[in-house]
DNA sequence: CGCGGCCTGGGGTGAATCACCCATGCCAGG
DNA sequence: CCTGGCATGGGTGATTCACCCCAGGCCGCG
């Protein structure tokens, strides 16, 4: 089975070094050529590629929106970036809007066949310092604080604002910490202030946001 | 720089095909193997190596907390998972426990020597069904619901919750959306029903886990 | 045309919460 | 030794919550 390639970069040297480049494969073709957002969104539709060779910086469009235009349109469509930049911001973006690889022109050109194979195939391919920086969102992601401070938060208080965070009320985690409810209020009151928040809601959003439960 | 390998199995022909495989590459070093958890993590003090492929199945201890073990007294060092289990499960954990690398037994050998000068590098070497997974838990813990039915929530009622989950009180829900106090409860007595809640701090939860409200 | 669902309101009750006040021990550090 | 932080309690009053009751108006559907 061949792949079926459609080429997106606003310079037209760049796009026929890569014509070279990709050419040489056997089992790939490259069925079209877009320097635009508009012309690509275009061709896509025209020629049904398997995959887009996307670049992030067009002059019409960004590169990011015009993969979630062709994600949303015809998600069988792998898209694989191929961009200069090598940031978070982008990267991460790129994924939202579906993007089947993410590949820096300053990778080695068997990368960037690699990565149109995986994603033709399907799968996913990510340039290794960039997967660094996604695995690193993941692991920091699921379970983010834990070891940190609390702000300035006794253990007791700690203690209490693990059971405030699930919901129990002052008499529940009284019982379970067999003190008095109203020692549970005091270290409520105490744990409001020093979190500036003004509501138990807050806490339980705060507690989501620093790993002490799940929600 | 030669990488200076650990090679982590609990099956003497398995180490012994990957060290044939493994020392015909220059600039890589096998500097000891292990057949158990316990032996790992004494080798690994010993011989202070750079990187340690570790199988998930070994016979004292599993894979995934050996690694843990190694990442918390040895950082530096990297640990590449080879295992012959592809689940989401055991690539999620490993990742957790510090991996900077994930190939399953049946990838080509060209990806597992990948995958080490990778990991040896500092970055992180995916293979790309499982970046794929971690894709698709990326893009979809950001924001997963949204569109969802919100289990027959009438549109009103869903407008109620948004502000209920943002912490506000039924009087300022009600100025909100300028209609009674009274009428807030209502909707959200029968958005507590309907959805088996029992408190406004279960409401935030549901939000939070809805992707209705950011935590 | 009636039936049911939705949105809108009102009343009531008991419990819980909130936001203040107060005090007593205990223990560490200046 | 004594000041301050921490944990432990009590009290009070206003407010809110959670859960019941009720009903009218509107709209679509059979």
Same mark, same amino acid.
């Given at each position: 089975?061949?792949?079926?390639?459609?080429?997106?970069?606003?310079?037209?040297?760049?796009?026929?070094?890569?014509?070279?480049?990709?050419? #040489?494969?056997?089992?790939?073709?490259?069925? &079209?050529?877009? &320097?635009?957002?508009?012309?690509?969104?275009?061709?896509?539709?025209?020629?049904?590629?398997?995959?887009?060779?996307?670049? $992030? &910086?067009?002059?019409?469009?960004?590169?990011?929106?015009?993969?979630?235009? $062709?994600?949303?349109?015809?998600?069988?469509?792998?898209?694989?970036?191929?961009?200069?930049?090598?940031?978070?911001?982008?990267?991460?973006?790129?994924?939202?809007?579906?993007?089947?690889?993410?590949?820096?022109?300053?990778?080695?050109?068997?990368?960037?066949?690699?990565?149109?194979?995986?994603?033709?195939?399907?799968?996913?391919?990510?340039?290794?310092?960039?997967?660094?920086?996604?695995?690193?969102?993941?692991?920091?992601?699921?379970?983010?604080?834990?070891?940190?401070?609390? #702000? &300035?938060?006794?253990?007791?208080?700690?203690?209490?604002?693990?059971?405030?965070?699930?919901? #129990?009320?002052?008499?529940?985690?009284?019982?379970?910490?067999?003190?008095?409810?109203?020692?549970?209020?005091?270290?409520?009151?105490?744990?409001m202030?020093?979190?500036?928040l003004h509501s138990r809601t807050d806490l339980v959003k705060?507690?989501?946001?620093?790993?002490?439960?799940?929600?």
């Amino acid at each position: 089975m061949t792949i079926r390639l459609l080429l997106v970069d606003d310079h037209a040297v760049v796009r026929s070094g890569l014509r070279m480049l990709l050419e #040489s494969e056997p089992n790939l073709e490259i069925v &079209g050529e877009a &320097g635009a957002a508009q012309d690509a969104l275009r061709l896509v539709e025209l020629l049904q590629p398997d995959l887009v060779l996307m670049d $992030i &910086g067009l002059p019409d469009a960004s590169g990011i929106d015009t993969t979630l235009a $062709i994600k949303q349109r015809w998600p069988a469509v792998a898209v694989v970036a191929l961009t200069i930049h090598e940031d978070e911001e982008y990267f991460f973006r790129m994924l939202h809007a579906g993007a089947s690889g993410y590949v820096p022109k300053r990778a080695a050109p068997e990368e960037l066949l690699t990565a149109v194979r995986t994603a033709a195939a399907g799968e996913v391919y990510l340039y290794p310092s960039l997967a660094k920086l996604l695995v690193q969102d993941f692991v920091a992601g699921a379970r983010p604080a834990q070891a940190e401070a609390l #702000s &300035g938060l006794t253990e007791r208080e700690q203690e209490v604002l693990a059971y405030l965070a699930e919901g #129990s009320s002052n008499l529940e985690i009284a019982e379970a910490l067999t003190i008095s409810p109203k020692t549970v209020a005091r270290h409520r009151e105490n744990i409001m202030a020093k979190l500036n928040l003004h509501s138990r809601t807050d806490l339980v959003k705060y507690a989501i946001r620093k790993g002490i439960i799940q929600p």
